[in-house]
């Protein structure tokens, strides 16, 4: 679902002089800060868990259920996207902040441009950091932004849609029930209220304002539409993702309607639209599976019925013609 909460890129010198500034501070203990309390962000505690290492004030058990929220999606991301836990060597920063607040006075501190959300992830170069807070919502929340980190370690810089709607999709679980049926609900009730998919208006969007919460919720339904089709439609997406970067290479939206996937299909996946075939004609790429053909015996055309053989003459007409009758 869509949440309260922001990834984004800052520019790269603004984002470097904001780290520098921070570390100063920090190291500094100057006034502006001491006024605020003892740092901005908490160092108190650290723990590290796979490529993650958290840092909060009050300590962190690693049988916490926010450390095992993050075991649990290294393993969701390497199941569902034929992976391993272990490739991501990190390190990733996990700062938790101890209360809403706190968070705030943060964000209003070095990020004033961005809204006020209960998480969000920041990547430079190869630096991957997620801020957030103690609360009721923070295993979810560090997973949808944790899902970032390590989407853009193992595949780089991806499509903003994308990355939103694969984080929608392993935040809570993908085998949570009760989540997809709350979500399959409200793009029920989108539907209704005249919505249609667009996957192509989807892919221009590149800045994370421009993000509506029905664009987050259609996101999550595009992926989880291929991420439920283990034979093909999982592969596709996995090849599309291993693709980025590459000179030439299909949208994903250019992919699906080469194969016949439209924005029907997406409808009939939600169970709100029946599915509807689309003809299409073979590619160059349905040559790299083995084809069957199957044909009638009979031509297309109508051949000519043969000429029957002329009767043989009866008897009396045969001996009147002895006769010369």
Same mark, same amino acid.
């Given at each position: 679902?869509?949440?309260?909460?922001?990834?984004?890129?800052?520019?790269?010198?603004?984002?470097?002089?904001?780290?520098?500034?921070?570390?100063?501070?920090?190291?500094?203990?100057?006034?502006?800060?001491?006024?605020?309390?003892?740092?901005?962000?908490?160092?108190?505690?650290?723990?590290?868990?796979?490529?993650?290492?958290?840092?909060?004030?009050?300590?962190?058990?690693?049988?916490?259920?926010?450390?095992?929220?993050?075991?649990?999606?290294?393993?969701?991301?390497?199941?569902?996207?034929?992976?391993?836990?272990?490739?991501?060597?990190?390190?990733?920063?996990?700062?938790?902040?101890?209360?809403?607040?706190?968070?705030?006075?943060?964000?209003?501190?070095?990020?004033?441009?961005?809204?006020?959300?209960?998480?969000?992830?920041?990547?430079?170069?190869?630096?991957?950091?997620?801020?957030?807070?103690?609360?009721?919502?923070?295993?979810?929340?560090?997973?949808?932004?944790?899902?970032?980190?390590? =989407? /853009?370690? *193992?595949?780089?810089?991806?499509?903003?849609? #994308?990355? +939103?709607? %694969? $984080?929608?999709?392993?935040?809570?679980?993908?085998?949570?029930?009760?989540?997809?049926?709350?979500?399959?609900?409200?793009?029920?009730?989108?539907?209704?209220?005249?919505?249609?998919?667009?996957?192509?208006?989807?892919?221009?969007?590149?800045?994370?304002?421009?993000?509506?919460?029905?664009?987050?919720?259609?996101?999550?339904?595009?992926?989880?539409?291929?991420?439920?089709?283990?034979?093909?439609?999982?592969?596709?997406?996995?090849?599309? =993702? /291993?693709? *980025?970067?590459?000179?030439?290479?299909?949208? #994903?939206? +250019?992919? %699906? $309607?080469?194969?016949?996937?439209?924005?029907?299909?997406?409808?009939?996946?939600?169970?709100?639209?029946?599915?509807?075939?689309?003809?299409?004609?073979?590619?160059?790429?349905?040559?790299?599976?083995?084809?069957?053909?199957?044909?009638?015996?009979?031509?297309?055309?109508?051949?000519?019925?043969?000429?029957?053989?002329?009767?043989?003459?009866?008897?009396?007409?045969?001996?009147?013609?002895?006769?010369?009758?």
């Amino acid at each position: 679902m869509n949440r309260p909460r922001n990834s984004t890129r800052p520019p790269r010198l603004r984002l470097a002089a904001r780290l520098a500034l921070a570390a100063a501070l920090l190291a500094s203990g100057c006034s502006t800060v001491a006024k605020r309390g003892p740092t901005l962000l908490p160092t108190s505690q650290q723990l590290k868990t796979g490529p993650f290492v958290l840092y909060s004030n009050a300590p962190m058990e690693r049988e916490a259920p926010a450390v095992q929220a993050l075991d649990h999606l290294r393993s969701d991301l390497a199941t569902r996207l034929n992976g391993s836990e272990d490739e991501d060597q990190g390190p990733i920063e996990v700062y938790v902040l101890d209360d809403r607040n706190a968070f705030l006075h943060l964000l209003r501190f070095y990020f004033p441009e961005l809204p006020p959300r209960r998480a969000f992830f920041l990547a430079q170069d190869d630096q991957r950091i997620v801020y957030t807070y103690q609360g009721p919502m923070l295993e979810e929340d560090l997973r949808h932004e944790a899902a970032h980190a390590l =989407l /853009r370690g *193992r595949f780089g810089d991806i499509p903003l849609w #994308l990355d +939103e709607g %694969l $984080a929608e999709y392993f935040e809570v679980g993908p085998d949570d029930p009760g989540d997809r049926e709350r979500r399959l609900d409200r793009l029920t009730a989108d539907v209704k209220e005249g919505w249609r998919p667009d996957l192509r208006r989807l892919e221009t969007l590149d800045e994370v304002h421009q993000m509506e919460p029905r664009d987050y919720r259609e996101s999550w339904a595009w992926v989880d539409m291929l991420l439920s089709d283990a034979k093909t439609g999982a592969p596709l997406l996995l090849s599309h =993702l /291993r693709s *980025r970067g590459v000179a030439g290479a299909a949208t #994903l939206a +250019e992919t %699906l $309607a080469a194969r016949g996937t439209d924005d029907s299909a997406l409808l009939a996946h939600l169970g709100v639209e029946p599915a509807r075939l689309v003809a299409r004609k073979p590619t160059a790429a349905d040559k790299s599976h083995d084809r069957v053909v199957r044909l009638q015996d009979r031509s297309a055309e109508p051949s000519p019925r043969p000429a029957a053989d002329p009767r043989r003459p009866g008897l009396l007409r045969r001996l009147g013609t002895f006769l010369g009758l």
